[in-house]
């Protein structure tokens, strides 16, 4: 008997918290595939990805030592709309490419599988999943974490912030909705319901 695979879709806004639910179904054990970590393995010195950003955006964006600077290419790429859908246009098939490569290594192995994807709602992806979790965490107690938590400029936050998906459009495409703007211990509460609810297989 084949035993299906469930592929859950983890999002949340840049701050949002989606690392802690992440840990919380690795205590499970279930594998993440994350979209930041490829999104930073696809533009490593050699990767076609930082060749096509260089030519749009210039070599500023590269180090002394032909690193990208991630920072200076958010200077440039969210400067404005135009930019943004550029950098969009170089980075989602890079990062889609290599994430379906690393989904199917997990497959024969682990009946559920989570893709940490910030970008979720805004690449339209929602229908490749079977399940869709949202971290919501309202955008004004995400500010604040970029700002206090991760010493982020608030003008570079509001920017990022403002960049994404809003959190009205999150919930209406997604599942699931986890409220991260307590503590720890609220949101487990919440994971564990959730996975009683639509992962558990017992």
């Known amino acids: 008997m084949v035993c299906m695979v469930m592929l859950i879709g983890l999002t949340g806004g840049i701050g949002a918290g989606k690392s802690t639910v992440a840990q919380l179904f690795e205590e ?26 260089v030519e749009h955006f210039g070599e500023s964006i590269l ?74 965490t309202p955008a004004e107690v995400r500010l604040q974490r970029l700002t206090e938590l991760r010493g982020m400029d608030p003008e570079d936050a509001k920017k990022r912030i403002a960049a994404q998906a809003t959190d009205e459009q999150r919930r209406a495409v997604c599942d699931v909705a986890l409220d991260n703007s307590g503590d720890i211990e609220h949101l487990r509460a919440q994971f564990e319901q959730m996975w009683e609810r639509f992962i558990s297989r017992e």
């Open 28 to 53: 499970r054990g279930v594998p993440i595939v994350d979209a930041d970590a490829i999104a930073r393995d696809v533009v490593k010195p050699g990767e076609p990805a930082l060749a096509e950003l």
């Open 63 to 136: 180090g002394a030592d032909g690193e990208l600077n991630r920072g200076k290419l958010a200077e440039v790429a969210f400067a404005d709309a135009e930019s943004h859908e550029a950098l969009n246009a170089i980075m989602h098939p890079a990062i889609s490419a290599e994430t379906s490569k690393r989904i199917d290594v997990l497959r024969g192995d682990h009946p559920v599988i989570v893709h940490d994807v910030p970008l979720l709602v805004e690449a339209g992806l929602a229908g490749n999943y079977d399940l869709t979790v949202l971290v919501d």
